[in-house]
C-alpha cells in the first residue's frame, strides 16, 4: 500500500531526518530575525547578573544558547576616517550592526567625515514588503534604537527642537543644522521614525513627540496619528491594541528600571582613615557596606521590556494574515545608563528584563524554525566584578579601590563587589572590550567564532532577506 | 566486481560521507589534549592585545578558533565550602581545570575545608601510560602549572625551605606543616614535581630546586637527574637534547617577559593641578604621556614559549615510537603578573608567546587529528580598555582615570588606553568575570557554549583517556 502522502512526505521525511542528524538548521532559508542588543552588556555585567539571578553555578536564558561568538567593536575618527579608535559609543557601534558600516562616536547612521546615509536593515527590510519592530527601554529616539531608522549626524537631535543651538543631557551644544529639512536633511530623530514606516515602536521618550515637526503646526505626536500609528502611553493600553502599526511611548525619557539598590544607594568610595591619606601603608580604610538590591517604585506601571516584546511579536508574526517575516530590534539600554552612574543592581535588573525578553524570543522560534535569535552588545561598561574587599585582606596595609565600589549581597549568600573607576566624574567610561554575540541554532553556519561589528549586520541581511 | 576493500570499505566510506556531511568530528575518539592557559588572560587583555599586535580590524590565531565558549569561574569559602566566592586566584581555578573540583583561594590539588588531594588529569593519564607534559613562563612551580601535578595547602610552598615559618611573595607566613612528607604528606611543589612522572616540564623557577630535599641529603635538582630527568637551563640546551624525560628551568623564578614599555614605564596617574585637587569641576589634568612598546631586554636568552612548546611536542608526540596520546598543558604566566603590575605592554608581549605557541599547536593537530586544543584563562584581569583620555573629552571639566592608566602607541597609529584602577596597592585585583574558553574543530560536540570551571577537566578527560 502507497504511503497516503506519498513521494512529498518521504523526501520531506528524509530531509528532517538529515536535518535532525546533522543537529543544525539550513541556513539559506529566509526568516525572521529578532536581535537583542544588551546595551553594554559585556561579560562583566552578564556574570554579576548571573551571580545575582541564578547564582554563580546557575545558568541565565543567554548562557544556554547553542552558539557562542564575540564581536569586535569597531570605531573610526570622525576627522580622519582611516584611524582607528578603540572605544565606541551606541550611536556608532548600533550604526555598525544596523548598517554594517563603521563610523564615528555620535553618528547616527551616518558616515565618518562625509556625513552620507547609510542604509539600514529596516530599510532593506521594507524594500521587500519585511515586517519591523523597534523596541527600546531608552527613548525610542535614543542612540541604539536610532541607528536602526534614522540618519543624523549627532545623536542628540532626538526632536525637533534639539537640532540646533540646543544642549545635549552633557550640556555641550548640538548642531545638525545640516539634518535640517529645509536644508535638505531628513529632520530630527522621532521626525524621522514617523517617517520611517517601523511597524512597531515601543519604549520612553515622548518629551521627544511633543514639539512641532519643522515645516508644519503639527507635533510629531499628531503627525504619527496621521500616518495610521496608534498611540499608547500606559501598559494597560498596549495590551487592548488592535492591529495596525503602533507607537508607545511610556514616559518622558528613559524608561524607569526596575531595580535600584537599597534606598537607592549607588556604588561609593572606600573611605580611610587620615593616617591612610598621610600614607598608603599607615591607616585603615572603611568599605561600603554591603547593600540589597529591591525593586524601583518609579518602575511601578511601566510595561516590562517582555510585555513590549510579547506586544511586538504577536503584532509582528501576523498570525491572523499568515506567516509574515520581520525584523524586531530589542533593547535593554540601562545596562549601560545604570552603570553610567553606578548602579549595579540597576544592571543587573535590566539584564533580567533582557533574559526574559529572550526568554520570550526562543519560545516564539520554538514554534517559528526560521526564527534567527541574536544577543549581543554594543560596546563594553564600565563595571567590573572584583574582590568585594580586597585579595589582599591578610596584608596589613589598607587596600582599596580607588573609584567606586558597590557590595552587593546576593540571593545565594554571598556578596560581590562591583568597581567603578574608569574616572570620578558623573557618568563613568564605556570600554573598549569585544562584546558577546550569541545565537539560537538557527545561526548555525550563519555566526562564526568571531565577527566584527558591522559583520553582524550581514548575518541579519543574509537571512532576513530573500 | 567486487570493490577490492569489500564491505569494510563501504562502511568506511559512509561514515566518512556522513561525517563530512555533517561538518562535525566524531568526538568519541581518544586523542591529544593541548591545554593552553593564558593567565589572567580575559576579554580585555584579548583586545588589547588584539589592537596592538594585528590592528583592531586583524585576527589573532586564537580568534580564528573555529569554536568558542565560555567558562564561568567558580570558588568557595574555605571556611565554608558551601559558600560562593565571585574572585578566583590562580591556584583555586587552576585546580578547577586540572581536576574537576571547585576549591578555596590559594590552594593547589586540595580541597576546601577538608584538605583532601584532589586527582587530577596527569595523574589519571599516567594511569593509562599517557605521556604528560607542563610548559610556563612562571616558575614551574607556581599555582597554575603545580595545580596540574601537585597537592598543597597553599601555593607557596614551592619549595623544602617554603613549607614552615617560610615568607611568601607578599611576605604573609606560609604553613603547609601537614605536607610535610615527615607529617605524612607529599612534600613541597618542587618535590612533587620530581616525583610526579611528568615527561617534559619546562618554564622557570630554579630557586625552587636548589634547596634539599626533605629527608635526604641531595637538593631536588640532584634527586631530579637521580630520577631520569635531563635538565637544562638554556635555550641553546633544549634545542639539543635527546629524548627521555626532561626538566627545564631557564631563570630563578618567573622567566623575563619579552616585551616592556618604553625605558620600563609602567601605567601612570593621571596628574591633576591644584585646583583640580581643590574641586572636581576646577583646574586641569595631565594625562601619562603616551609610550612605546619595547623589546624587554631581560627577555634576551630566555626560550621563547613557542620554543618550549615546539620542544614539548616533539618529545610527547614520540613520532620515532610511534603515535603516542598526550596531555599538555601551556601557560603564559605573565599576561596576569604583568596586568597585576600594571604593564599593559608586557601582558601584549605575554599573548603574543601564547598565540605562537597556539600556531604550533594547530599546526600539530593539523597534523594529528585527533588533537583537542583548548584555549583558555583561569581568571580575569584588572586591566580595561578604555578612552585613550575620556568620552567626556568635549566637555570643559577635567575627567580622569581616579587609578593608573597607560597611554600605548599602537603600530596602526591610534593611542589605546589601559586602566588599572581595582586598587593602589602595588598589586592589582584579579576580576571574576567569564574567561573564554575557544577550541578547534576537534572540540565540536564536546565543548558546549558555555561551561563552568570544572568542567573543563571533564572535556580533557573525555578526550584524552580511553
Redesign the interface.
Known sequence: MNHPFGKRFKLTYIALL?TA????SVPSVAGNVILIIGDGM???Q??IA??YLV???G?LTL????????A?V?TVDDENPD?????A?SANSATSIASGVVTS?GRVGTSAGDDKDLVNIVELAHLQGIKTGIVSTASITDATPASFYAHVSERGCENPEMMVEAENY???MVDCSQDLKSNGGLGSISEQLVDSGVDVALGGGMTHFLPTVEGLDQTVLQLAEKKGYHIVTSASELANQDSGKLLGLFSPITMPVLWRGENDRVAEKPEVSLLNSIH?MLGSVTYPEPMYCEENPEHLGMPSLASMTAEALSRLAGEDAGDDTFFLMIESASIDKQSHERKACGSIGELQQLDESLELALAFAENHPDTLVLVTADH?Q?A?????R???I??P?P?????HLARIH?P???I??V?Y?????F?E??????V?L?SNSVGQGLV???V?QPEIFDIIKNHLLK
Not at 548562557?63 to 564575540?70: A, I
Not at 567610561?429 to 569585544?434: A, I, P, Q, S
Request: some cysteine.
Open positions: 538529515f542528524l546533522c543537529s543544525i559585556d561579560d562583566h552578564i556574570t548571573r551571580n547564582g554563580s553555578r545558568k548562557d544556554q544558547l547553542s552558539l557562542r561568538s564575540t569586535q569597531l584611524q582607528a579608535i578603540y572605544v559609543d562616536i552633557y550640556r555641550l598608603w563594553g564600565a567590573q566584578l572584583v574582590p568585594e580586597t585579595l589582599f591578610d596584608i596595609v587596600v582599596y579601590s580607588p573609584g546576593t545565594e549568600g554571598a560581590m563587589g568597581n573607576a574608569t574616572n570620578d566624574f557618568s567610561e564605556h570600554t573598549g572590550v569585544n558577546p550569541l562564526p567564532a568571531m566584527t
